[in-house]
């Protein structure tokens, strides 16, 4: 059992999240009433997750998409406001990690997203204070045969745009919505890049810098940061931990 505003240091320091300039508050976002014993995770701060996590009579919710995002109502009415209530009632806490969470070199999105893929030497680059990571694969395959792979790891299938002829091997990825980093990436020498999302001029930036580009889902690439946070956590402090997945086709 542990404070929650000892656990929130413990998440920031650990994060590092005073380094991040991000799109939302990072850290405690609704403080509960009581210690934490029992902590769920998801990837977003749905209500089917929260109604998911209260059923297991979580104590705190740990988030990589919370809520107030830049630019947002920051009003807590409509399903907003529902969600808020829903959490209120049962007097559990609410923490979200967003851009330190995909970072960090150990437990983030795109470190645990490398290990899921089996990439080799997957390490940070200085792109985006180390969102974007480069690496290998065990053995250089043609893009279909990539593809195929990661759906198969992902369990859900990819859109692939088919920019280089010939074997891939080395590799850049960014979880999530990293699309816009396709040209920097490029630079890199990379054979292929993966990230989350697509847009409509990412198929033109692959073809024309003559990489690869697959699109494996915003949420499915951004799964595994937080159950590591959350494993993490539970063997720091004796937590209880239990990751609920809550199904996104996006």
């Known amino acids: 059992m542990i404070e929650i505003r000892a656990l929130v240091a413990y998440c ?20 509960g009433e009581r210690p934490i014993q029992r902590l769920v995770t998801g990837v977003t701060a749905s209500a089917a997750l929260l109604e998911a996590a209260l059923a297991l009579q979580a104590d705190a919710i ?20 529902q969600r808020a209530r829903t959490l209120l009632r049962a007097g559990a806490s609410l923490i979200a990690y967003h851009l330190p969470l995909d970072a960090h070199s150990l437990l983030g999105n795109n470190a645990m997203l490398g290990q899921q893929l089996g990439f080799c030497d ?6 985006g204070k180390g969102l974007v990571w480069v690496g290998r694969l065990a053995l250089p395959v043609l893009p279909i045969t990539f593809a195929n792979q ?19 091997e080395r590799i850049a990825w960014c979880s999530g919505g990293g699309q816009g980093h396709l040209e920097q990436a490029a630079a890199l020498g990379v054979d292929a890049f993966l990230s989350g ?9 692959a073809r024309e810098h003559g990489i690869c580009y697959l699109a494996a889902g915003h949420h499915a690439t951004e799964r ?6 959350g494993a993490h956590l539970a063997e720091q402090f004796g937590l209880w931990h239990q ?6 086709p996006a």
């Open 150 to 168: 990661v759906s198969l790891q992902l369990g859900r299938p990819v859109t692939l745009v088919d920019g280089k002829q010939g074997m891939l």
């Open 197 to 205: 999302e697509i847009s409509e001029q990412t198929t033109h930036q």
């Open 224 to 229: 595994y940061g937080v159950q590591a946070l």
């Open 12 to 31: 920031d320091e650990l994060l590092g999240t005073a380094a991040f300039t991000d799109y939302m508050p990072n850290g405690l976002q609704v403080e």
């Open 122 to 127: 997957g390490e940070p680059t200085a792109l």
């Open 243 to 248: 990751f609920v997945e809550i199904d996104n």
């Open 62 to 81: 740990v988030v990589h998409h919370g809520w107030f995002w830049n630019n947002e109502n920051p009003c807590l009415v409509g399903i907003k406001g």
